[in-house]
């Protein structure tokens, strides 16, 4: 699997796969068929609901620990938040069954993120997360993040996706040594994404997928990604994309989709903050 260097050198798959929205009682099946299929970066987190059954997949696919690739995240904590970021760490190892993740993020900023991040950053040199970043961060907050603090998050995983692009911002992070991940790489097939006449014509002229074409987009502009599927041969087709390579013009064509807008909510939104920030999980 082609891999990123993340910056304290730690490796991770440049594509792999996403558990969001897969119900508990089905996310062991798909994890286990994922595995199967290839992949070896599996993206959960805490408010998902399913880091048990991941747990449980990664346990009976038999696939020794160091060639697998685990993220999960920290849900927003109360105060005290370097106490209970601790301790949800440990709930999610105990989870999954894991003594250490290969990358722990900050799912919202949201909270007390500075306390979150000063325990994320001893749970980093304890060596239980082999990295740690954000997701959901807008520039400012990561860079004041950034500015304030002694470790740069390694990823910053936000939505990304034809019709958000993310190109300027791309910039920024890469001058500020934080890696892309795109969240929703289909955009959860919205805004007409699997049936876009652009990525329809590009696919076809290299025999592939919508997704494949997406998938491939991203890869070239060195994002990580994590398609989510819980279909085996959709699983098949998403890591199926590095026998061909999209043209200058293709990448060109692409571009042209960016609207900027998000296909799902805007984190600044006041109604969105309050949504997110009065959540809370069940331990
Ligand atoms: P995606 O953009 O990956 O879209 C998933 C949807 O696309 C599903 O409905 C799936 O259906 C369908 N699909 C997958 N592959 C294909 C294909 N080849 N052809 C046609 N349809 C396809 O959405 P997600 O929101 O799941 O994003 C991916 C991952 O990103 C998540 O699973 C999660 O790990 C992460 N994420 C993180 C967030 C954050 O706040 N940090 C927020 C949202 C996601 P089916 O399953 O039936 O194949």
Not at 9 to 36: H, K, N, R, S
Not at 113 to 131: C, I, P, V
Request: proline content about 4%; charged content about 20%.
């Amino acid at each position: 699997m082609h891999a990123v260097t993340l910056n304290n050198g730690v490796e991770m798959p440049i594509l792999g796969f996403g558990v969001f929205q897969i119900a508990d009682d089905q996310t062991q099946q798909a994890v286990e068929a994922a595995l199967a299929a290839g992949y070896r970066s599996i993206d959960t987190a805490a408010a998902y609901g399913n880091e048990r059954a991941v747990g449980a997949a990664i346990a009976a696919s038999g696939i020794p620990r160091d060639q697998l690739f685990v993220t999960t995240k920290l849900w927003v904590q109360d105060a005290p938040a370097e106490a209970n970021t601790r301790r949800a760490f440990d709930a999610s190892l105990a989870h999954l069954g894991l003594d250490h993740v290969d990358l722990y993020l900050i799912h919202q900023p949201f909270g007390d993120y500075y306390a979150q991040w000063r325990a994320m950053q001893e749970l980093n040199r304890e060596g239980r997360a082999r990295a740690i970043g954000v997701s959901n961060f807008a520039p400012d907050q990561l860079l004041d993040l950034i500015i304030n603090n002694d470790i740069v998050p390694a990823v910053n995983q936000i939505e990304t996706h034809p019709f958000r692009q993310n190109v300027e911002y791309q910039e920024l992070m890469r001058a500020e040594g934080v890696q892309l991940e795109s969240w929703g790489p289909f955009a959860e097939g919205k805004n007409g994404l699997f049936s876009n006449e652009v990525l329809t014509a590009i696919g076809a002229a290299h025999d592939v997928s919508v997704a494949q074409v997406v998938l491939r987009w991203m890869i070239q502009r060195e994002i990580v990604v994590i398609p989510k599927s819980v279909d085996p041969g959709r699983m098949a087709q998403n890591i199926d994309v590095f026998g061909f390579e999209l043209t200058e013009d293709e990448m060109a064509r692409i571009a042209e989709l960016h609207t900027g807008q998000s296909q799902f909510f805007d984190h600044a939104d006041p109604e969105m903050v309050r949504w997110l920030s009065a959540r809370r999980l069940e331990s």
